[in-house]
């Protein structure tokens, strides 16, 4: 388990681009991962039903009453043109009321679907 761990940091690390990053999961067997926002905290699924719970953020994000999605495009817009790191994103999806998001790496549609109250989004994952 703790290799796995050790494994999911390296990914994280040495992947150029989300796209990467996804290709380089499905690599170690990761099926899908839900995020919740608030805490940061990542359950990642794996062929043959292992599950791990990985990272968290020390002081938990205050997220929106309701689901705004057009600031949850702003916010994907800003993160894929490099001009928000990791933790000014999820800052981002939080104020825009996203709960959590999950990305399916399985299938022929994979994706990612951010969820919050009164609504979602679903953009697909170019690979």
């Not at 994000?61 to 689901?67: N, Q």
């Not at 993160?79 to 000014?88: A, H, K, L």
């Not at 981002?92 to 990305?103: K, L, S």
Request: without cysteine.
């Amino acid at each position: 388990m703790a290799d796995l761990h050790n494994k999911i940091n390296e990914l994280y690390k040495s992947s150029k681009s989300y796209p990467d990053l996804v290709k380089n999961l499905i690599g170690i067997g990761v099926q899908s991962y839900s995020v919740e926002v608030s805490s940061g905290i990542i359950l990642y699924r794996f062929v043959g039903g292992e599950n791990i719970l990985h990272g968290a953020v020390s002081i938990p994000r205050e997220i929106s009453e309701s689901f705004n999605r057009q600031l949850v495009l702003n916010a994907l817009k800003d993160t894929q043109e490099g001009r928000t790191t990791y933790p000014e994103f999820m800052d981002d999806i939080a104020f825009a009321g996203v709960r959590f998001y999950e990305a399916t790496l399985n299938g022929n549609n994979k994706r990612v679907t951010y969820i919050g109250i009164g609504g979602s989004y679903e953009e697909a994952i170019p690979l």
